[in-house]
């Protein structure tokens, strides 16, 4: 499956911004150095029930960047066009049903050095929230998020926003 670089806090990690610069640099090489974290979204909940705070950041120098995939946890590295996350081509949904609510899922088609990638669920809403964001304005279509309650951490508990 198609997804961002991510992961689970470490103890040592400083805060959201220090674990997805560790796990960028773990996954896919990317030397936190090399980006400047500019934007914390809302917080997502994936279908395992995690709390998923998306980071984002700038690629400060596209030249010294070479995409080094942990083997072990990364099949393939691309680029994506974000603005695309904003169109409604080469896109579909499926709706869906979670205690009641009813939302849909998004599935994108890309296609760049001759491999085809399905961009869905979580990773799809994570980056047409991104896109929505930094172009400051909506995607072309609906896009019905999930209306799940997401906990919120702070220090050692867990409470619900």
Do not use: C
Request: proline share 7%; charged share 30%.
């Amino acid at each position: 499956e198609v997804a961002l670089p991510g992961g689970k806090a470490d103890e040592d990690d400083v805060d959201d911004a220090d674990t997805a610069t560790r796990e960028a640099k773990e996954e896919i090489g990317l030397l936190p150095s090399l980006v400047d974290v500019v934007a914390f979204l809302e917080p997502f909940l994936s279908k395992h029930l995690l709390r998923v705070v998306p980071v984002i950041g700038i690629l400060s120098d596209r030249d010294a960047f070479t995409p080094t995939p942990n083997v072990a946890e990364v099949v393939d590295v691309f680029d994506a066009p974000l603005d695309m996350f904003l169109k409604d081509e080469n896109r579909r949904s499926e709706k869906r049903e979670w205690m009641g609510d009813e939302y849909l899922v998004h599935y994108f088609d890309y296609e760049t050095g001759g491999k085809k990638y399905l961009i869905w669920g979580l990773t799809a809403g994570i980056l047409i929230r991104a896109a929505s964001v930094v172009y400051q304005r909506p995607p072309d279509f609906l896009e019905q998020t999930p209306k799940f309650k997401v906990p919120r951490v702070l220090g050692k508990d867990t409470i619900m926003q």
